[in-house]
C-alpha cells in the first residue's frame, strides 16, 4: 500500500493551507486515517484523526482551526488548516490504518499501518 500526501508549502502567519493524502494498493478496507507532524527536536504528533464512520478528533492545540475530512469511496483524507501560526511549521504525515479480511484459512483478518512520505508546512510571521 502507498500513501501519497500533497498539499504543503510556505504562508504568512494567518494564511491557509490544504493538505490531500491517496491512499493506493492492495486492502480490503481503511479504518482510521491521520494526520501527524513533526517540528525539528519534537517527537511526532497527531494533529487530528477520522474514523471509518466519519468522527474527527482534534488536539487541543488545532482546534477551531484545522478540519479532517475524507472521502471514502476515493480513499482520500484532508486537512483544511486555517489561521495558521508559526508554532504550526512541521513536516505532516499522513498515516492511515489498513485492514485486510481473513485469507489462507485463517480466521481472522488483519490491520497493518502506513506512513506517507510527509509535506513540509512553514508558517512565516
Known amino acids: 500500500v502507498q500513501l501519497q500526501a500533497s498539499g504543503g508549502g510556505v504562508v504568512q502567519s494567518g494564511g491557509e493551507l490544504r493538505l490531500s493524502c491517496a491512499a493506493s494498493?492492495?486492502?480490503?478496507?481503511?479504518?482510521?486515517m491521520a494526520w501527524y507532524r513533526q517540528s525539528p527536536g519534537k517527537e511526532r504528533e497527531l494533529v487530528a484523526k477520522?474514523?471509518?464512520?466519519?468522527?474527527?478528533t482534534y488536539t487541543d492545540s488545532v482546534k477551531g482551526r484545522f478540519a479532517i475530512s475524507r472521502e471514502f469511496r476515493k480513499n482520500l483524507v484532508y486537512l483544511q488548516m486555517n489561521d495558521l501560526k508559526t508554532e504550526d511549521t512541521a513536516v505532516y504525515y499522513c498515516?492511515?490504518?489498513?485492514?485486510?479480511?481473513?485469507?489462507?484459512?485463517?480466521?481472522?483478518?488483519?490491520?497493518?499501518?502506513?506512513w506517507g512520505q510527509g509535506t513540509q508546512v512553514t508558517v512565516s510571521s
Open positions: 498515516n492511515a490504518e489498513f485492514y485486510l479480511p481473513p485469507a489462507n484459512g485463517l480466521p481472522n483478518g488483519r490491520t497493518f499501518g502506513a
Open positions: 494498493g492492495n486492502f480490503f478496507r481503511i479504518n482510521d
Open positions: 477520522m474514523s471509518s464512520g466519519g468522527t474527527p
